[in-house]
């Protein structure tokens, strides 16, 4: 599924409002799988967003581990930073 992403957190500390409004959105396909982690010993729901314009596999964001969705929909007529 084709998404836009805001970042909300840097480096694991929150972005203020007008940091989060100062930076650019990532768009890119959005990609939520159950895989097995073998570091963890147990099956994860890992998202990733990876780059389309370029056909690649290549990540735009660091993978996320135990995911949870909690929204997912087409025509989403606003951003969701405002």
Do not use: I, W
Request: with cysteine.
């Amino acid at each position: 599924m084709r998404v836009k992403v805001c970042p909300m957190r840097h480096q694991g500390r929150n972005l203020h409002h007008q940091e989060q409004m100062q930076l650019p959105p990532y768009v890119g396909e959005l990609r939520v799988a159950p895989e097995r982690d073998a570091e963890l010993g147990r099956p994860v729901l890992r998202a990733h967003l990876r780059d389309a314009s370029q056909g690649s596999k290549v990540d735009l964001l660091p993978e996320l581990t135990d995911v949870n969705l909690l929204f997912a929909g087409d025509g989403l007529s606003h951003d969701v930073r405002e």
